[in-house]
C-alpha cells in the first residue's frame, strides 16, 4: 500500500522521514521516496510516497499489553485508568485486525471500528460491550469530562471490572478473526 503526503515547506531541505510520519500521523517504516507534484506560485512542492509495512502482531500485542495494564491498575485500585485501558485494548484489537487484511482504521469509537471490521453482522452482545467501552475513552482521563470532580473519585471497581470483562470478549472475537 503506497500513501502520497503533501508535506510543508519548499525544496528538500525541509523534508524527513520524520515529517512525513508527522504529516499522517501515525508511525510508518518502509519505503520513503519524494516525488514532486509539480510548481506552485510558492514553488516547488515535495510530497512524499509511503509504503505502509503490515503491522497487525504490533497492534495485538499492545492490546494485549493494555488488557494487562487494566488488570494491573483494577488491583491496585486505579479504577478510572483500569477502564480507559480496557478500552484502549479493544480499540487496539479492533485495528490489528484491520492492518492484518491490509486497512488503515482512524477513529477511536470500538464500536464503529468493531461495526466496520466485518461483512458478517456483529453480534448485538458484541456491539454493546464497544458501547460501553467508548463511554470509558473521554471521562476517565480529564475532569472536564465529567460535570465535576476528578474522574479519579468516579470510576468504580465494578465498573473496573466490567470493562476489563468486555474487553476481554472484544479480544476473543479478534483473536478468531486474525487467526481465519
Known amino acids: 500500500m503506497v500513501f502520497f503526503v503533501p508535506l510543508v515547506g519548499k525544496g528538500f531541505q525541509h523534508f524527513s522521514a520524520s515529517s512525513a510520519c508527522s504529516a499522517v500521523g501515525a508511525a510508518w517504516s518502509g519505503e520513503v521516496r519524494l516525488a514532486w507534484a509539480g510548481t506552485t506560485r510558492l514553488g516547488l512542492r515535495p510530497y512524499a510516497i509511503l509504503k505502509s509495512v503490515e503491522r497487525s502482531r504490533d497492534w495485538w500485542i499492545q492490546a494485549q499489553a493494555d488488557l494487562a495494564h487494566a488488570k494491573a491498575a483494577l488491583s491496585i485500585h486505579h479504577f478510572d485508568w483500569a477502564c480507559f485501558a480496557a478500552h484502549q485494548a479493544a480499540e487496539k484489537a479492533v485495528k490489528a485486525v484491520f492492518e492484518r487484511r491490509g486497512e488503515k482504521a482512524a477513529g477511536h469509537s470500538v464500536r464503529y471500528l468493531l461495526s466496520a471490521v466485518t461483512e458478517r453482522e456483529v453480534a448485538p ?46 479480544l476473543r472475537f479478534c483473536d478468531r478473526l486474525l487467526a481465519g
Not at 467508548?134 to 468516579?154: C, M, S, V
Open 125 to 170: 452482545e458484541l456491539l454493546s460491550a464497544a458501547k460501553v467501552l467508548d463511554k470509558h475513552y473521554i471521562p476517565t482521563r480529564y475532569p472536564n469530562g465529567l460535570a465535576q470532580g476528578a474522574p479519579t473519585e468516579f470510576y468504580t471497581e465494578e465498573e473496573a471490572s466490567d470493562a476489563i470483562r468486555r474487553a476481554e470478549e472484544i
